[in-house]
């Protein structure tokens, strides 16, 4: 998520003369408790603010003020950036506060708290930028900058973190035995098939390899009640060496990518009832990622 | 010919030109055929409304729902099975036993369908014999055809012809299976002569077979007592439709409500799927374009010029029809074919009298349903059996299919011009 998107120009206070920066904390909090007139007390808000300031260390050594404070019975993060005409002069030795962000939360503070105030601090150190950002002449330009700037305050999981990258693969010229063995010996359930260069041409679960044994017009039939043995069935025992795994395996339906979300994932994971998908970049296989990635990796991290 | 008949003509070759190309869907193209008559003002859409011959879309429509249901007890697996181990996993007779099953069921159940159902058996059946499946699926789907032939029912050709001859399922009993079996017998003949010497059988192979228990191939015997009851009722319906004075129609669609709701099936979507709308939306559009040609006076025409041509001779004209039909059949769709024939001949019997033409009748339903064997294309039976094996690893190519296909076809009109020879 980025930063810009919990901005409202709105909020973006800025054109005022501040003698001190007790009034500039007022009119943030007062235009806060105006846009959320039924869930921000202003007097509550005013008092934990000043609370907090008395603890001091909320401005940065570029001018950069981030008051902020944690209000009882609101459930969410309100940001306001106050940019004064001139800087505002504090005591001497102090820094002069060039621009504000006035952040308001809950008691146990919004998920996005912390990640916006390290994204602010972050602003703060990027000289090149404040020195645009306070050049500004509207607050709907104010939150485009910041948006093109793109200060994310939350990523997303993506493939790439929670795939298997050392992935045991097949050719697709190796034999229907090779399969077996591999499968057997290494307790595996799902396959990427790959040409000799490497690129993900299939993919083999264990229900293909079972299913191998049972062609299509047996599939047609109303029940198969009558009979015990398919010579199909017999024939793919027996002919284990012949048969190629190119012969039975499935083309590879749309492989994920590494920048490909885990929600993206677990989306086609539930469209396909397919529990592994093959993840490539560039047409080459890269990893495969599993319904259990998503438990052990994201579920149960 | 006016600016609208020759209006009426274009769009008519237009849709004929989409259905033999396949150039786009084919019920679609007739539809469309079908409201441009209409946009066109060469008919009202009254009057093209009137052209649709409710008597076929509505014995589609039953014939489907019974299938629908019946197919679903196994019947037809446990009738393969049954005579694969009669012939005691002999391939040859067993080629011709199927053969002689599928006729019979295409017969009274429409041939792709019947295809559907006994070619996936069938090729069962042939792989765990050992041999190729390849010669027993263009047997199945020659023999399909062939059965189709013999009843009113049968093969949509005859649907159409029944109701609009005005002949009962009795006529066409009567007039068309004594000639459908002498074909069947020689079929018969034909692929023992082509394809004996490729199916050997070990004994082991046999044995196979043999093992088969067809009674567990059915699914659902309480549905199946209930579909033979109902199915056998439509039949004795059908035989004496003409003296209870019921349309097959009629037949068709009660026997289809009657089972619906004695097969207890709640829900009816699931056999409302069944039916194919494509075919049922084609037939429509069919109708009301050949009605449209027939309203404009364009079918008065083309008959006139047709017994001139002939030169009055109804036995040349008969002939002409028969030859005519089934060498066309054999390349184009039969349906839209013999949809323009009927008013052709229905023109022709109000100059030379019901009884005079009656041979005519006869001639386009043994051409154009026989006609369908020549080549791979020719029925919609041979497409859906080849699709199957190909699926399986066996595809039949197009020269494959003739060089069986079309020889029984020359074969079978012969046969049949004989019959109509000796019988008129």
């Given at each position: 998520?980025?930063?810009?998107?919990?901005?409202?120009?709105?909020?973006?206070?800025?054109?005022?003369?501040?003698?001190?920066?007790?009034?500039?904390?007022?009119?943030?909090?007062?235009?806060?408790?105006?846009?959320?007139?039924s869930?921000?007390?202003?007097?509550?808000?005013?008092?934990?603010?000043?609370?907090?300031?008395?603890?001091?260390?909320?401005?940065?050594?570029?001018?950069?003020?981030?008051?902020?404070?944690?209000?009882?019975?609101?459930?969410?993060?309100?940001?306001?950036?106050?940019?004064?005409r001139?800087?505002?002069?504090?005591?001497?030795?102090?820094?002069?506060i060039?621009?504000?962000?006035?952040?308001?939360?809950?008691?146990?503070?919004?998920?996005?708290y912390?990640?916006?105030?390290?994204?602010?601090?972050?602003?703060?150190?990027?000289?090149?930028?404040?020195?645009?950002?306070?050049?500004?002449?509207?607050?709907?330009?104010?939150?485009?900058?910041?948006?093109?700037?793109?200060?994310?305050?939350?990523?997303?999981?993506?493939?790439?973190?929670?795939?298997?990258?050392?992935?045991?693969?097949?050719?697709?010229?190796?034999?229907?035995?090779?399969?077996?063995?591999?499968?057997?010996?290494?307790?595996?359930?799902?396959?990427?098939?790959?040409d000799?260069?490497?690129?993900?041409?299939?993919?083999?679960?264990?229900l293909?390899?079972?299913?191998?044994?049972?062609?299509?017009?047996?599939?047609?039939?109303?029940?198969?009640?009558?009979?015990?043995?398919?010579?199909?069935?017999?024939?793919?025992?027996?002919?284990?060496?012949?048969?190629?795994?190119?012969?039975?395996?499935?083309?590879?339906?749309?492989?994920?990518?590494?920048?490909?979300?885990?929600?993206?994932?677990?989306?086609?994971?539930?469209?396909?009832?397919?529990?592994?998908f093959?993840?490539?970049?560039?047409?080459?296989?890269?990893?495969?990622?599993?319904?259990?990635?998503?438990?052990?990796?994201?579920?149960?991290? | 010919?006016?600016?609208?008949?020759?209006?009426?003509?274009?769009?008519?070759?237009?849709?004929?030109?989409?259905?033999?190309?396949?150039?786009?869907?084919?019920?679609?193209?007739?539809?469309?055929?079908?409201?441009?008559?209409?946009?066109?003002?060469?008919?009202?859409?009254?009057?093209?409304?009137?052209?649709?011959?409710?008597?076929?879309?509505?014995?589609?429509?039953?014939?489907?729902?019974?299938?629908?249901?019946?197919?679903?007890?196994?019947?037809?697996?446990?009738?393969?099975?049954?005579?694969?181990?009669l012939?005691?996993?002999?391939p040859?007779?067993?080629?011709?036993?199927?053969?002689?099953?599928?006729?019979i069921?295409?017969?009274?159940?429409?041939?792709?369908?019947?295809?559907?159902?006994?070619?996936p058996?069938?090729?069962?059946?042939?792989?765990?014999?050992?041999v190729?499946?390849?010669?027993?699926?263009?047997?199945?789907?020659?023999?399909?055809?062939?059965?189709?032939?013999?009843?009113?029912?049968?093969?949509?050709?005859?649907?159409?012809?029944?109701?609009?001859?005005?002949?009962?399922?009795?006529?066409?009993?009567?007039?068309?299976?004594?000639?459908?079996?002498?074909?069947?017998?020689?079929?018969?003949?034909?692929?023992?002569?082509?394809f004996?010497?490729?199916?050997?059988?070990?004994?082991?192979?046999?044995?196979?077979?043999?093992?088969?228990?067809?009674?567990?191939?059915?699914?659902?015997?309480?549905?199946?007592?209930?579909?033979?009851?109902?199915?056998g009722?439509?039949?004795?319906a059908?035989?004496?439709?003409?003296?209870?004075?019921l349309?097959?129609?009629?037949?068709?669609?009660?026997?289809?409500?009657?089972?619906?709701?004695?097969?207890?099936?709640?829900?009816?979507?699931?056999?409302?799927?069944?039916?194919e709308?494509?075919?049922?939306?084609?037939?429509?559009?069919?109708?009301?374009?050949?009605?449209?040609?027939?309203?404009?006076?364009?079918?008065?025409?083309?008959s006139?010029?047709?017994?001139?041509?002939?030169?009055?001779?109804?036995?040349?004209?008969?002939?002409?029809?028969?030859?005519?039909?089934g060498?066309?059949?054999?390349?184009?769709?039969n349906?839209?074919?013999?949809?323009?024939?009927?008013?052709?001949?229905?023109?022709?019997?109000?100059?030379?009298?019901?009884?005079?033409?009656?041979?005519?009748?006869?001639?386009?339903?043994?051409?154009?349903?026989?006609?369908?064997?020549?080549?791979?294309?020719?029925?919609?039976?041979?497409?859906?059996?080849?699709?199957?094996?190909?699926?399986?690893?066996?595809?039949?190519?197009?020269?494959?299919?003739?060089?069986?296909?079309?020889?029984?076809?020359?074969?079978?009109?012969?046969?049949?011009?004989?019959?109509?020879?000796?019988?008129?």
């Amino acid at each position: 998520m980025k930063l810009a998107h919990l901005l409202d120009p709105r909020l973006v206070l800025m054109g005022k003369e501040y003698s001190n920066l007790d009034e500039a904390l007022h009119s943030a909090v007062d235009a806060a408790a105006d846009a959320y007139r039924s869930t921000i007390r202003r007097d509550e808000a005013l008092a934990r603010v000043m609370e907090r300031e008395a603890l001091g260390g909320t401005v940065l050594p570029t001018g950069v003020a981030i008051p902020h404070a944690r209000l009882d019975a609101f459930d969410d993060l309100v940001i306001v950036p106050v940019v004064p005409r001139s800087p505002i002069q504090r005591g001497p030795g102090e820094p002069p506060i060039r621009l504000l962000w006035l952040l308001l939360t809950s008691k146990v503070g919004s998920p996005l708290y912390l990640t916006s105030l390290a994204a602010i601090a972050s602003i703060a150190k990027d000289e090149g930028f404040l020195a645009s950002l306070l050049n500004v002449d509207t607050p709907a330009r104010f939150v485009s900058l910041v948006e093109e700037a793109g200060y994310e305050i939350k990523k997303g999981l993506r493939v790439e973190d929670i795939m298997a990258r050392d992935v045991v693969s097949i050719r697709d010229n190796a034999t229907l035995k090779d399969l077996i063995d591999i499968m057997y010996t290494r307790k595996l359930r799902y396959l990427p098939v790959v040409d000799d260069t490497g690129r993900l041409i299939g993919e083999l679960g264990i229900l293909d390899l079972i299913s191998a044994g049972i062609p299509d017009y047996a599939l047609r039939l109303t029940s198969l009640d009558f009979l015990d043995e398919l010579a199909p069935m017999e024939e793919l025992l027996a002919r284990e060496n012949e048969i190629s795994v190119r012969s039975i395996m499935k083309p590879a339906v749309d492989p994920l990518s590494p920048s490909s979300s885990v929600f993206d994932a677990a989306l086609r994971m539930t469209k396909r009832r397919k529990r592994h998908f093959p993840v490539t970049e560039g047409g080459r296989l890269v990893g495969v990622v599993s319904s259990m990635d998503i438990l052990s990796k994201v579920l149960r991290s | 010919m006016n600016s609208q008949a020759v209006l009426a003509v274009i769009i008519f070759g237009a849709v004929y030109l989409a259905i033999t190309t396949d150039l786009v869907n084919k019920t679609a193209a007739a539809i469309l055929g079908g409201m441009l008559m209409i946009i066109f003002g060469i008919v009202s859409q009254t009057k093209a409304f009137s052209y649709v011959d409710w008597g076929v879309i509505f014995l589609l429509i039953g014939m489907m729902v019974i299938t629908g249901i019946t197919k679903r007890t196994g019947l037809f697996q446990y009738l393969a099975i049954k005579v694969a181990k009669l012939a005691r996993g002999e391939p040859m007779a067993i080629m011709i036993l199927l053969s002689l099953v599928t006729a019979i069921t295409s017969a009274f159940l429409d041939n792709v369908t019947t295809v559907l159902i006994i070619v996936p058996i069938t090729f069962l059946i042939a792989v765990e014999l050992g041999v190729n499946p390849t010669p027993f699926v263009i047997a199945l789907a020659i023999a399909s055809n062939i059965g189709g032939t013999a009843t009113l029912i049968g093969d949509p050709p005859n649907i159409m012809i029944g109701s609009a001859s005005g002949f009962s399922f009795m006529d066409f009993l009567l007039n068309l299976s004594p000639v459908v079996i002498v074909i069947l017998i020689a079929f018969s003949g034909f692929i023992t002569l082509v394809f004996r010497k490729k199916l050997k059988v070990s004994n082991e192979r046999k044995a196979r077979i043999m093992d088969f228990d067809e009674s567990k191939a059915i699914t659902d015997k309480v549905l199946l007592w209930k579909s033979l009851l109902v199915l056998g009722l439509v039949i004795v319906a059908f035989l004496l439709h003409g003296a209870l004075g019921l349309e097959p129609a009629t037949v068709a669609l009660s026997g289809a409500a009657l089972l619906l709701i004695i097969s207890g099936y709640k829900e009816v979507e699931t056999i409302f799927a069944e039916i194919e709308w494509t075919t049922v939306l084609f037939f429509l559009g069919l109708f009301m374009i050949v009605g449209a040609l027939v309203d404009i006076g364009v079918m008065g025409l083309l008959s006139k010029s047709l017994l001139s041509a002939t030169s009055g001779h109804l036995r040349v004209t008969t002939f002409a029809i028969l030859w005519g039909s089934g060498i066309l059949s054999a390349f184009v769709d039969n349906i839209p074919f013999v949809a323009t024939m009927i008013p052709l001949i229905k023109d022709m019997s109000q100059s030379l009298g019901a009884s005079a033409v009656e041979p005519l009748w006869w001639a386009l339903s043994l051409g154009a349903c026989l006609g369908g064997n020549g080549t791979l294309i020719g029925a919609s039976a041979n497409v859906i059996s080849a699709g199957i094996s190909a699926k399986n690893g066996h595809p039949i190519s197009f020269m494959q299919f003739f060089k069986y296909g079309s020889i029984f076809m020359i074969i079978s009109l012969i046969i049949s011009s004989v019959y109509l020879l000796i019988r008129w």
